[in-house]
């Protein structure tokens, strides 16, 4: 078996378990997965992922996961007027 060194990091909880949870369903411990990311770094001379800001807001975000749960966002009116009225007033605010 190849010398191996010990890589200590700080992660943080929440993120350690669920990362551990998806590893484990591919066959992976987080240790041989740092040593595929380490090595792609070195096949790619960099991160071999692209990295950028999240495309969407917290409140955009926040509506997509209402909405996957169930919960209707949508507000029904009788009538056209009173639709464009509150239009007008969130404008307004």
Same mark, same amino acid.
Do not use: C, H, W
């Given at each position: 078996?190849?010398?191996? !060194? ?11 378990? #669920?990362?551990?949870?998806?590893? %484990? $369903? ?8 740092? %040593? /595929? *990311? ?5 096949? %790619? ?10 495309? *969407?807001? #917290? $409140? ?5 996961? @209402?909405? #996957? ?5 949508? #507000?029904?009116? @009788? @009538? /056209? @007027? !009173?639709? *464009? $009225?509150?239009? !007008? %007033?969130?404008?307004?605010?």
């Amino acid at each position: 078996m190849a010398k191996t !060194d010990t890589l200590y990091i700080r992660v943080e909880p929440k993120v350690k378990q #669920k990362a551990e949870k998806t590893l %484990n $369903e591919l066959g992976l411990s987080i240790a041989e997965a740092v %040593n /595929v *990311f380490l090595n792609q770094v070195i096949l %790619n001379d960099g991160i071999p992922f692209e990295i950028k800001k999240p495309r *969407f807001n #917290k $409140e955009t975000i926040q509506a997509m996961e @209402d909405t #996957k749960n169930g919960k209707n966002l949508s #507000k029904a009116f @009788d @009538d /056209v @007027d !009173d639709m *464009f $009225e509150e239009l !007008d %007033n969130s404008v307004k605010s």
